[in-house]
């Protein structure tokens, strides 16, 4: 039969609990669609960080390297800074395995309520695809006559013509996929004159390859107030990195929660392991009482079904969740329920 | 009797249309309050560029350098680049006179319907303060191996101890005049981790001087999802220059409107003249139509008259906007109604 091995890292906070559940769906999933997971454990978090000194082992990526996917909680923890905690674990293998596409759904599901007034499900449906490994989240910067009057701080942001065309490339064949085939592009090339202008270029230049592909482009000022008030128009959303960011946080919000938010971080080629991991953080509000939602935590794992090849068993998750909020099935509180995390998961579990 | 003189550029598009209704709403407040307005009308555009190859003379700022306030309506046509209509006219403006304070009040008015569920006029009330002068607007850039597969584009994002501290002062300064006495930063520096994490450093240290006023901070992209789901947790929020311009977009739209949204750039120590706008465009789509909604354009207007130290117009005028809203008056298109632009400034000017 079909194998996939996983790289399983829980991290910290709530992501020590939706990770379970996440899990547990998987393997409801392989059982009925007849496929095999192998999974690795790493417990690298924070906690490791405090007994190690680091987040993760020298060697953390080769350890990972020959699996086929990695499914991460997530990371971070308060009293760990998060240049070591983020730019100990998630962002080094972001960069590390080339993950240059961040795929993120923006979806309302049946039975969520979202917190713009009169809307259907249909009418939010579309994914943001962010890059996701260079752009304004870059290593070169520093800062000068520190502690004096005249102390600055500078970072570059950066776009390769590589980095640009292959995450542009992306969105318009993900397009091309979906019903609509539109592609917005984020941009700011009004007032951030020199590397935006540069990605309008590229975007202009690949939109060329696509000419079943509409398109349009918005600054990102008014493309955030376009979320709000027209979530409706868009199919496909792409931007960079922290455009990207934005919009996938943002999105996610106006179709009622964050706690159900999927993402991958993909490496299209697959000439390394791809990463699967909720939108939400580790929250340490919540942590420790299992109430945390695990939607999010299982949509991802249903995103690395799909792109291991196992379309169906993905579907059958996906559904399994509409399936509940729909049907009435337990809730977290964040969706205005009462159930636990294990609740959750144990309901979409038996329904797959 | 007091005189203030007012230098008016109505700019491009239905800039000329609402600037009009802005100049008849401040004359009302003139004539009503007593004191009197000196105009200066220039007619710098993207016309006169079309004609003259610039937005405004070589001494445009010198022309404009004695009046007391700019009075602006907007900038930008179809057919001429952002970077030469900006860039040769709002921004060389905005840096030339230090108006390094961006201010803009994101108000739900009464009778204004919010594309959010269940949210009253009280529940939305703050105002975003944003960096006006550096930040990821940066003049500092290039582009290296144009044309080949190595071809980057690279731009600067600076932040310096001035600039950082007096925008921060600022949003201090705003909200002890204010009854929650609370400041927001927008950061993320778990992201873009030279400048971002300077910023959170000098606005702990601000803080410092503001016991009586209460702070928290979000990274923007979180921030964004909060500004949809909990609009009422905020009273200032401070951001840099690309942040601010975000979250000035996006609050005037989770309020309702950006036809209704006013702003200012503000030189605080009055070394130059201020500049009032609303933050709507020029509006291509609609402009020569008079279907524009001046509403942001008087507001700005009052704005103004405040910065001027005319506090009782001021508030005439915006208790005239409201009363306007709530009682069902003349409303444009943007708000539900049919109303022309001249009909909502003739009404307001009226009241006031
Ligand atoms: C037109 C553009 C350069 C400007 C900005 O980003 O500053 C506008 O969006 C604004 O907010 O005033
Ligand atoms: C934690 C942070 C560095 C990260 C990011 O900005 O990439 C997160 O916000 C995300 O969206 O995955």
Chains 1, 2 share one sequence.
């Not at 000022?221 to 376009?226: E, F, G, P, S, Y």
Request: hydrophobic share 40%; aromatic share 8%; charged share 25%.
């Amino acid at each position: 039969g079909r194998k996939h091995r996983i790289a399983v890292i829980p991290g910290d906070g709530i992501g020590k609990e939706t990770t379970p559940e996440g899990l547990r769906v998987l393997d409801a999933a392989a059982r009925r669609f007849g496929f095999e997971l192998e999974l690795k454990h790493y417990d690298w978090s924070c906690e490791t960080y405090a007994e190690t000194g680091k987040m993760m082992p020298d060697d953390g990526l080769d350890q990972l390297r020959d699996s086929d996917s990695v499914f991460l909680g997530a990371v971070g923890w308060p009293g760990v800074p998060d240049h070591v905690s983020l730019w100990g674990l998630l962002i080094p293998i972001r960069r590390g395995f080339d993950q240059y596409v961040s795929l993120r759904p923006c979806k309302l599901l049946p039975g969520v309520k979202t917190p713009l007034a009169d809307r259907a499900p249909h009418e939010i449906d579309f994914y943001v695809v962010r890059e996701n490994t260079e752009g304004e989240y870059s290593s070169v910067g520093g800062r000068m006559f520190p502690g004096t009057d005249r102390e600055f701080v500078s970072q570059q942001s950066i776009l390769t013509r590589t980095g640009t065309d292959r995450i542009i490339k992306y969105a318009f064949e993900l397009a091309m996929t979906r019903p609509r085939k539109k592609v917005t592009s984020a941009t700011k090339s009004n007032g951030i004159t020199f590397t935006m202008p540069y990605w309008d270029e590229r975007f202009a230049e690949m939109a060329k390859n696509y000419p079943a592909v509409s398109t349009d482009q918005f600054h990102i000022d008014i493309l955030c107030a376009h979320f709000v008030q027209h979530p409706d128009w868009f199919d496909v959303v792409v931007g960079s990195n922290l455009f990207g960011d934005i919009l996938s946080d943002l999105g996610p919000a106006v179709a009622g929660s964050i706690g159900v938010a999927a993402s991958a971080n993909i490496n299209p080629e697959k000439d390394h392991p791809s990463m699967f991991e909720p939108v939400h953080g580790s929250a340490p509000d919540i942590a420790g009482k299992w109430v945390a939602n695990p939607i999010g935590q299982i949509w991802s794992g249903a995103m690395m079904l799909d792109h291991l090849g196992e379309r169906d068993a993905a579907k059958a998750i996906t559904d399994s969740i509409e399936a509940l909020l729909r049907d009435g099935g337990p809730r977290t509180r964040d969706l205005g329920g009462q159930a636990g995390t294990v609740d959750v998961g144990k309901a979409i579990a038996e329904a797959v």
